[in-house]
């Protein structure tokens, strides 16, 4: 019997152990189970983020090919005829392909998306460039060389802006460290901790403003925190959210919209040669030239203009303003003498040197200040020995879209390959044009009522040809010719700088990649002024929006 409690203790603990052992083994199962579930998760996460890696970094590259693609762009010689559609053209413009598939998450592009200025609601873009010309140049102003008020008076305009601002930003620009009325020079930010200096001298970008004494983030930047152009719901809530803003329904841009330190334009042809120069010294010379480029009778009415002046036009105020001056107006007299007589020595010895009937060896008695002095003109002269009155070959009374543009394109005032901070009058804010002397409300406002944009979203190519120059508020009734000569030195119909900003997608959901660049095409090639990382502002956009047939055209919408 003790024999048979002892197999039965055995047995006992022999089931025991059989039990254990399942036990364990479930638990192993378990946890290899759970380890397997762990790792094939963590790859599918791994997996994951290497493909959003990877379509990021494509999204960047497309991003970064589209900077080169604008700046080849830029860089192709243009058609006086057929202007480049830089402004809005979908076709060039949006969801560009850089890399086919028959995947739409694995189909990289890139677009370009503006701000529709004519917009205050801020909900539409279009597919373009912003041309850095529609904007007022701070570094160029002071070179205007006007009275302190109406250099002042050219910011005012600005929303935010005050009377201790914009002088306290002149003086910042200014070489001098004269305060301004309503200025603030080194000595006011010395005495600031830490101290600093006033530059005296161009800024470098707009950001710097923010040292200036009374600009602020908000003044600078705006409502639009992700600058994208359009009015998001986080930028019409008060201060329920970042950024803070008034909820009245509209987009404010900030100083960003208003000012820039980039914008200039050539003064060269469209094919990159010079420019007749109209003021040169050598009659001669300027005769035969533009006798060969334009015809007999302009040359001749040209050259005239130079040694009689018009009988009906006036010179301007600041017509002076530009030339050199040794301060005595005597010995200025003597100089331009002295020049006229090396002048004549050059164009033929002590005879008579005649062009077109006109005794040259008489010298010039002015400058020509604008080139829309010349419309209309009528100039005294002596021709063959016989005093006769010239008429201008260019009359406002006809159509004179094509006689400007070859104008334009064929002669200048002065000798400088570049000509910085005129204004893009097609393109620029009611603000900025309001800040340009002798500009009225009403041009303003007629300006800027204008659509460069149909109402299908497509380009409208003839209205911006006929507004290559700004001979169209001539032509179009919107100034007088007295008018456009005053403005002339402060507008333009376009500039030679432009900022973008690319973004580097795919056709379906997926990272976008936003890059702000700065292109200056003044040279060959073009130059990428700077860059600068949009993406940690967000995404900005819908895909949608950038793909070519669901939205690109109109860019209609909000994101």
Not at 50 to 61: G, P
Request: proline share 4%; charged share 25%.
């Amino acid at each position: 019997m003790r024999h048979s409690l002892r197999q039965q203790a055995c047995g006992t603990r022999t089931h025991v152990r059989d039990g254990s052992a399942l036990i364990v083994v479930l638990i192993l199962i378990v946890m290899l189970a759970l380890a397997a579930y762990t790792f094939s998760e963590t790859m599918i996460v791994e997996n994951e983020s290497s493909e959003f890696a990877l379509r990021q970094a494509k999204a960047r590259a497309s991003a970064e090919s589209g900077i080169e693609y604008a700046a080849v762009v830029l860089g192709q010689e243009e058609d006086p005829e057929q202007p480049l559609m830089l402004y809005h053209d979908p076709g060039q413009f949006a969801g560009v392909l850089v890399e086919d598939s028959e995947v739409a998450q694995a189909r990289s592009r890139f677009s370009f998306v503006a701000p529709l200025n004519s917009d205050e609601s801020g909900t539409r873009v279009r597919a373009g460039l912003i041309d850095e010309s529609a904007k007022l140049n701070l570094n160029a102003i002071v070179a205007f060389d006007l009275d302190e008020e109406t250099t002042a008076q050219m910011l005012m305009n600005v929303p935010g802006m005050t009377e201790e601002i914009a002088d306290a930003i002149l003086d910042w620009i200014d070489e001098d460290d004269e305060v301004r009325s309503y200025g603030a020079e080194s000595s006011e930010y010395e005495s600031l901790q830490p101290p600093y200096t006033a530059r005296n001298g161009p800024l470098e970008s707009l950001d710097e403003l923010l040292l200036v004494r009374g600009v602020t983030p908000q003044l600078l930047y705006g409502e639009d925190a992700n600058r994208n152009g359009l009015l998001d719901p986080n930028e019409d809530d008060g201060d329920a959210s970042l950024p803070s803003d008034n909820a009245d329904g509209l987009l404010d841009p900030g100083w960003m919209g208003y000012f820039t330190v980039h914008s200039r334009e050539s003064n060269l042809r469209a094919d990159g040669s010079e420019k007749i120069d109209v003021n040169q010294d050598l009659l001669s010379d300027l005769y035969d030239q533009i006798a060969e480029e334009l015809g007999a009778d302009e040359a001749q009415f040209i050259t005239a203009y130079r040694i009689y002046g018009a009988t009906n036009v006036e010179p301007l105020d600041d017509a002076s303003s530009d030339r050199p001056t040794t301060g005595n107006a005597d010995f200025d007299e003597d100089l331009r003498e002295l020049a006229g007589g090396v002048a004549r020595a050059a164009s033929g010895g002590g005879g008579v040197v005649t062009r077109g009937g006109l005794d040259l060896t008489q010298g010039t008695q002015l400058e020509i200040d604008s080139l829309f002095e010349l419309i209309d003109a009528e100039v005294e002269a002596e021709i063959d020995g016989t005093k006769t009155t010239l008429n201008s070959p260019w009359s406002s009374g006809s159509d004179l879209t094509e006689s400007l543009n070859t104008l334009f394109d064929a002669l200048t005032t002065t000798t400088a390959t570049s000509i910085d901070g005129r204004i893009n009058v097609n393109e620029a804010r009611r603000e900025v044009l309001l800040g340009i002397p002798d500009m009225t409300e009403n041009m303003a406002d007629t300006i800027v009522a204008t659509q460069l944009i149909s109402s299908d979203g497509s380009p409208m190519a003839d209205t911006l040809l006929r507004r290559s120059t700004p001979g169209w508020l001539l032509i179009e009734g919107l100034a007088d010719i007295t008018t456009m000569r005053k403005l002339d030195r402060y507008v333009t119909a376009g500039g030679d700088v432009f900022r973008l900003q690319v973004l580097g997608h795919s056709d379906g959901r997926g990272p976008i990649v936003r890059i702000e660049a700065v292109i200056d095409r003044v040279e060959f090639p073009p130059r990428v002024v700077s860059r600068r990382d949009l993406t940690p502002l967000g995404p900005g956009y819908r895909t949608e929006w950038l793909v070519p047939g669901e939205g690109a055209a109109t860019g209609s919408g909000s994101p």
